[in-house]
């Protein structure tokens, strides 16, 4: 991943996970400590704060891309963690099919989605 203008670590395309934990995740030859996001601009290092939060602002990059964007996985951790009434809300005014789930799930689901060529977008949580 290279850094950009704004010091965020990028890789300016789509990838399939390969592997995941220890706090990170290995794609596309790489290794990635920390969470990642998983847009259609392509992979980016994501800080969701301490603890970890979804909501408006942690996941403007993704509604940013809203446009090219039909379904978005949240990986929330080794648990399935609901999101919100109104964040639900929002991806769903958005037209953006929003699916919690582990972190384990929320990646193979990516690779299967990204593999059918589909519309996906992934907010992942590491775990360790």
């Known amino acids: 991943m290279e850094s950009e203008g704004d010091g965020v670590r990028r890789l300016p ?62 990986g929330t951790g080794r648990d399935l963690v609901p999101i919100s009434e109104a964040l639900r809300w929002r991806f769903r005014d958005l037209r953006i099919s929003a699916d919690p789930m582990a ?12 593999a059918e060529g589909r519309r996906v977008a992934a907010a992942l949580l590491a775990v360790e």
């Open 103 to 114: 972190t384990g799930n929320a990646l193979r689901t990516w690779n299967v989605l990204l």
């Open 13 to 74: 395309r789509t990838a399939p996970i390969d592997g995941y934990g220890l706090g990170g995740f290995r794609f596309a030859g790489m290794s990635h400590r920390g969470s990642l996001l998983c847009l259609p601009s392509g992979m980016r290092a994501w800080e969701p704060g301490t603890p970890p939060v979804f909501d408006a602002a942690t996941l403007a990059p993704v509604f940013a891309e809203a446009a090219d964007i039909d379904i978005c996985l949240l």
